[in-house]
């Protein structure tokens, strides 16, 4: 049990497109969902928490604006890169909080050219 | 604030050698303590964990204590395999609040045969 899918896996876009990540939690609901991103060979740096019916909680220096995340039921968030660039590059990771633990998912590759 | 600090890697030892991995931890309050693995392109599964002083969690023949005394929670094996190469991730995330999680910079590990 604690599954937690995302899609696609792997995405290619052009500089000035938008791109949408889907997090699913397969076999539970979850209320939070987190969005992490990742560097190559670096940890994982938490982007936002993605409540249900509600605005998501941004950390500090990540702009609302390009990464906009909408958790609309109580098994799918979605995060959007808005306008990506070549700097947005990166590994996208969420997790789905169940039971006072993450679950995370394989994480979604972002190439912006 | 509440921070993870881990050895750096990368670790690269021979199959069957006994593998430590050092982790510390800074916080205000009583965390819980996990280790993550993270296998080349994929995302973070949990390996185990720990939510107060003295317990000691296992898992495919990883172990760690959770030593208050030390604020530490070391990841160690008795005898790693190939298969075992991968990234290594400690965290913690304080109970009661918003359940992130703060990781460590990862240690790599690489077993060689």
């Known amino acids: 049990g604690a599954v937690v899918s995302q899609h696609p896996s792997r995405v290619i876009c052009k500089s000035g497109t938008s791109v949408k990540i889907e997090c699913r939690s397969l076999?539970?609901?979850?209320?939070?969902m987190f969005w992490y991103r990742q560097f190559p060979k670096q940890s994982l740096m938490l982007m936002a928490t993605s409540n249900e019916g509600s605005k998501a909680t941004y950390e500090q220096g990540v702009e609302k604006d390009k990464f906009l995340i909408n958790h609309a039921s109580l098994t799918l968030s979605t995060l959007t890169v808005t306008s990506a660039h070549p700097e947005d590059s990166s590994f996208y990771i969420c997790?789905?909080?169940?039971?006072?633990?993450?679950?995370f998912g394989p994480g979604t590759r972002l190439t912006v050219t | 604030g509440d921070s993870v600090t881990q050895m750096e890697g990368p670790v690269t030892l021979s199959e069957e050698a006994f593998l430590t991995i050092n982790c510390t931890y800074t916080a205000t309050g009583y965390p819980s303590l996990f280790w993550y693995v993270q296998y080349p392109g994929e995302g973070l599964q949990l390996l185990l964990k720990a939510t107060k002083a003295d317990d000691k969690g296992s898992n495919k023949g990883f172990e760690a204590t959770y030593r208050k005394e030390t604020t530490s929670f070391h990841l160690e094996k008795g005898s790693v395999q190939v298969s075992d190469s991968a990234v290594y991730f400690c965290?913690?995330?304080?109970?009661?609040?918003?359940?992130?999680?703060?990781f460590g910079s990862g240690t790599r590990l690489l077993v060689r045969p």
């Open positions: 965290a913690l995330t304080m109970p009661r609040g918003s359940y992130k999680l703060i």
């Open positions: 997790s789905a909080l169940r039971l006072y633990e993450q679950y």
């Open positions: 076999d539970f609901q979850a209320t939070t």
